[in-house]
């Protein structure tokens, strides 16, 4: 079971920092990604971090801005957004993966995600 926390409203060009807290599994051992969703849009993936901390990817529209981490001892992964854009606003997603990565597989069900909103 994973849990989303942390999203605001933010202006453009600020910072916020969302958590993700992972139960019922074996969290180092999965391979754990960030979705999003935007008002009228599909879900897109948007960053994973491989299980042992020693690879990361994003896709290119957030590159250089995003920091994706995740605390083994904790259960927990986090995305780091920084200049952020009105275009980032979405309900943001975490999943884990126990076989692929970097693209994380969408899991067959959600959990709650939690809401970004960037003001212009």
């Known amino acids: 079971q994973l849990e989303e926390s942390g999203g605001g409203l933010v202006q453009a060009g600020g910072s916020l920092k969302i958590s993700c807290a992972a139960s019922?599994?074996?969290?180092?051992?999965?391979?754990m990604g960030w979705f999003r969703q935007a008002p009228g849009k599909a879900r897109e993936f948007v960053a994973s971090?491989?299980?042992?901390?020693?690879?990361?990817y994003y896709i290119d529209s957030v590159k250089g801005r995003f920091t994706i981490s995740r605390d083994n001892a904790k259960s927990e992964v986090y995305l780091q957004m920084n200049s952020l854009k009105p275009e980032d606003t979405a309900v943001y997603y975490c999943?884990?993966?126990?076989?692929?990565?970097?693209?994380?597989?969408?899991?067959?069900?959600w959990g709650q995600g939690t809401q970004v909103t960037v003001s212009s």
């Open positions: 971090i491989s299980w042992n901390v020693r690879f990361t």
């Open positions: 019922g599994r074996s969290f180092s051992t999965y391979a």
């Open positions: 999943a884990a993966d126990a076989a692929n990565f970097p693209f994380i597989r969408a899991p067959r069900d």
